[in-house]
């Protein structure tokens, strides 16, 4: 007889329970009883063991259960027994918190994690596009924004052309780059539309989990195909472009989205916004951006004139400057008590008033150049009258500056764009 648990034949007697004797094994601990077996079964292994062999209790006991059960439940008993133990084997090892903290654990529920996404994502659907390449380009901004468009990721692009037509271009290996399948069809009128219908229409034998898809065409036969998808129970997009729009069209719902290809943005409907509040909206900004900027340029001119007459009234406050404007004054009150600006006169007075300015000036700024813009503001400043005007009233010609150049008074010399004029002695 053996240990039921470990198979030891190392035990003892440990009293009796209900007439049978119990024993305990000295191996593993279990407590076991002694098997009752059928007399006729221990008559019958006793009369064939002729003596030669010795079977145990234990034996005897299995071959007893064995015995009694149908032959196709053995192999499954003993499958379950291992089974049952495998189990055991590998709880005991997961829940230990060795194998809890380890990094093979954590590798495994990041690997469960990853399939029941993918298991997710499946289950819920995808969407699918359908380009006929010839008809309509896309680019990448305009795929993004029909991927935002659909519910369903979108996991399938296939673009159908002739690819070996040279108007096609490069855009074969384009397209492969971001992903497309590319089917080839021989050049013919509306070849790669068939194509795209005849695949179309067995779409879901290929991809059972597709929910929506996006046709992208202007051809109108491909109005068929957009049907037929929505007879199946799909979600059809039926984009087309139209001058520097692409048009989408919600087969299903009816709502049309239409995307700016110039501005690579949507564009508003009229159901989405109010165009009047939208564009009273822009230029109220606008308005106040002008009217901000118009706040900043004047604290730049209030700050700029507080500057200039800060420094005015320096200037004016310093005595050399006093004096000069005192002799003008007085310069000026001679020229008005011996000349009347308003009457004929040869030009002598006006001459000898022009050099008492630049006499004046040469002597408190000796190292100022004088130009004959600055000569014409002395002048102005001291009669209240543009120097052209004074000209004109005194009949001396046109303008100061071809005045100045006829008198033998004053040389003029050109700097630049202007002139610097000197007075020459007296003679």
């Not at 957009?226 to 692409?246: A, D, H, K, M, P």
């Amino acid at each position: 007889m053996k240990c039921p648990l470990c198979e030891s034949t190392s035990y003892y007697k440990n009293g009796r329970h209900n007439d049978k004797q119990n024993y305990l094994c000295k191996n593993c601990g279990k407590q076991f009883l002694e098997p009752a077996l059928p007399r006729s079964l221990e008559s019958d292994l006793l009369a064939n063991s002729n003596g030669h062999a010795k079977v145990s209790m234990t034996d005897v006991a299995e071959l007893s259960l064995v015995k009694n059960l149908p032959e196709e439940k053995i192999t499954e008993k003993g499958l379950r027994s291992f089974n049952f133990q495998l189990a055991e084997e590998l709880l005991q090892t997961i829940l230990s918190p060795d194998w809890l903290e380890s990094a093979v654990f954590r590798q495994l529920l990041l690997k469960i994690q990853q399939n029941n996404e993918i298991k997710h994502k499946l289950e819920t659907g995808i969407s699918l596009l359908l380009l006929d390449a010839e008809n309509l380009k896309l680019d990448i901004n305009s795929e993004l924004f029909l991927a935002s468009v659909c519910q369903y990721p979108l996991q399938v692009k296939m673009a159908f052309a002739n690819w070996r037509n040279p108007s096609i271009g490069k855009q074969d290996i384009e397209l492969y780059n971001r992903g497309y399948q590319l089917v080839h069809v021989p050049g013919g009128k509306d070849s790669a539309d068939a194509k795209m219908i005849a695949f179309g229409a067995c779409i879901l034998r290929s991809y059972p989990t597709v929910k929506e898809i996006l046709v992208c065409s202007s051809d109108g036969i491909l109005i068929h195909l957009c049907n037929e998808l929505q007879n199946q129970g799909l979600i059809v997009y039926w984009v087309r472009r139209q001058g520097q729009s692409l048009h989408i069209d919600n087969r299903n719902s009816g709502k049309i989205t239409d995307y700016s290809l110039a501005m690579a943005t949507e564009v508003p409907s009229l159901e989405k916004v109010k165009v009047v509040e939208t564009i009273q909206d822009v230029i109220k900004s606008e308005q106040e951006l002008i009217n901000d900027q118009l706040n900043r340029l004047v604290d730049v001119a209030t700050l700029f004139q507080e500057q200039c007459n800060i420094n005015i009234q320096d200037n004016l406050s310093q005595p050399e400057n006093q004096k000069a404007i005192s002799v003008l004054d007085n310069s000026f009150t001679e020229f008005i008590q011996k000349e009347d600006l308003s009457g004929n006169t040869n030009g002598k007075t006006l001459d000898e008033l022009l050099l008492k300015i630049i006499q004046d000036i040469q002597t408190n700024y000796p190292q100022t150049t004088l130009s004959v813009s600055k000569l014409g503001s002395e002048l102005r400043k001291i009669t209240g009258k543009s120097p052209n005007s004074i000209i004109q009233e005194l009949n001396l010609g046109s303008s100061f500056l071809k005045y100045l150049k006829s008198s033998p008074r004053f040389t003029l010399k050109a700097n630049g764009k202007e002139y610097e004029v000197t007075a020459l002695p007296c003679e």
